[in-house]
Structure formats: C-alpha cells, structure tokens
C-alpha cells in the first residue's frame, strides 16, 4: 500500500451523474429491444406489402367500440382529469379511440398522427366539436411546436413504435397541464405472434420491451408515475375472419396465396372464425401510465 487514502466520496460519481447513467442504460436498452424487431431485409424484400400498416378501417370499428362502451382505468382516469372539463391533446391519436369516449368533457381537442386519413376519420367522430378541433398530420414530439398545450394529453398504444423515447415522453409532460395519461400492452404487442413467425419462417422473435422498461424510464427521468395494470376485454375489431386472416399474412410478410395456410394457423393457435380478435394485440394485460404534466397557459381553441 501506498499510504494513500481516497477522500469521502472520491472515485463514486455524483448522485446527478449516477442517475443520468442509468437512464442512458435504460434508454439504451429500450432502442435495443425494438431495433431488434426490425425484419430481415430477405423477407420484407419478397413482398410488396408493409407488414406494419393496419387497415384504417380496424382503427375505425376500435374506436366506435369504445366510444359507445368506455371502459377500463385509462379511460376513467382520463376522464377524472377532465374535471372540470377541460382542453385534451391526444398523441398517436389514430381514429380517435383515447380522446372519442372524451368528447362530453372536452372542451377543445388536438390530435397528432402521423396518417391524414386516420386524422380524417377522427375528425368525423369529434363533429361535436366543429370548430374546436386541430388536426397536426406528423409525428411526435416534431409536431409539439404545432400542438398547443392541453389540459389532458392522452398517448394510447404508441410508445412501442419508438425508439427514441425520452424526447417523447418529456414533450408530453411539457404538453400537458393538468395530467398525462398513457396506456400501453404489459408486453410487446406482437409477442402473440412470435409462435406465427417461427412457424413460417423459422424466425425467432424478440420478447420485449415491456411496459416496466417505461415505468424504468419514467423513474429515471424523475417522473413520479402512477399506474394500474388491468386486462382489457377482447373486441370485434374485424369484419370477419377473413379480414383477420388478410391483415395478419401481411404482418407476417406472406404473400396472398398463402392466406389458407395463415387461416390454418389462426385456428391452430385458438382462433375462432366466427369471432375473429386480433391475434397481436388481443386479451393482452394492459397498463395505464399517469403523471402530472408541467405546461402553463391556455388553449387557443377554448
């Protein structure tokens, strides 16, 4: 030895350093697991059609059933915020399944996608607001300059399309004023499926994140979130089997003459044709994210 001794604390990083460490592992992690879902290229290449790209016509029917039977801590919360009522911004917002059970406290409503078309069938669901609805085609958090502040800002089933996650989650607390709501899958939706690709392809898929990698996040960003985790009730979000059958051979980049022996999986692994539920996504565990939000100001539109 020496003689040298370290001074208290000397060689240990500060508590801000240590803390920002391990959120930068954290998001790390996070990048890592959904780059991983990335498709080899020899598959995607076989095919002309995007297997991430739903038909709008499924977001439609989820939306409506929702609106006409709210249910679930996402909503209630969402709607507890709204007392009183108040401005709502709603990210990923789709055909409007967050912010359409809403409409009755809401006084001012904002939605981001990135899809117009989605944005045009919200808009025909929130004609309750003509003239208090502001539509921001693009994606968060580049759109947050165009989308005012709202009171609630709802974020329903986005956050695993993205990799890049710390920027979205600080432009939603900087978005809201009162409260931030988002609900996410306990796992990856598409984790249902991984059986699916291993038997068409050979292909072993991965197996997060998971919605406890956000709340990780959210903690390391020093973000005191509150959440529920719960199971959602499966819906009838498609027309018939058949249309389940479709849009599944296209996530799993299939071409159209293999559609029989999608159908034959479907059955194999439970499904019933005659209540055709999305094999992704469906009597999946469930969780609701709130946190206070940290905007000032009023909303344009109220």
Known sequence: MN???????????????????????????????????????????????????????????RADRLAATP?????WRAWSA?????????????AGAACIPLLARTTALTAVDADRGMLALLAERASALTGK????????????????????????????????????????????????VLELTAEHPLVSMNALWLRFHGLRRPEGPTADDVLAILAAMGIQAGHDRWQRPPGADYDSFAELVDVTRRRLCLPADRAGDVAEALIDAGTDPDHPLDFGTSRREVVTVWWAGSAAGRDDLE
């Open 82 to 94: 709204l007392d009183p009522p108040g401005s709502v911004l709603d990210v990923g917002a789709g």
């Open 3 to 61: 003689g040298e001794q370290a001074a208290p604390g000397q060689g240990r990083p500060a508590p801000a350093a240590a803390s920002r460490h391990v959120l930068d592992v954290l998001l790390d992690n996070w990048r890592d697991q959904l780059v991983a879902w990335a498709i080899p290229e020899h598959i995607t290449q076989a095919v002309a059609e995007s297997p991430w790209v739903l038909p709008r016509q499924v977001f439609a029917r």
């Open 133 to 180: 609805v502001r539509l921001v085609p693009g994606r968060w958090p580049d759109t947050a300059p165009d989308a005012a502040p709202a009171d609630l800002v709802t974020c329903f089933n986005v956050v695993y399309n993205v990799p890049d996650v710390l920027p979205f989650l600080a432009a939603l607390t900087a978005s809201a004023r009162r409260l931030v």
């Open 71 to 75: 249910q679930g801590p996402s909503y």
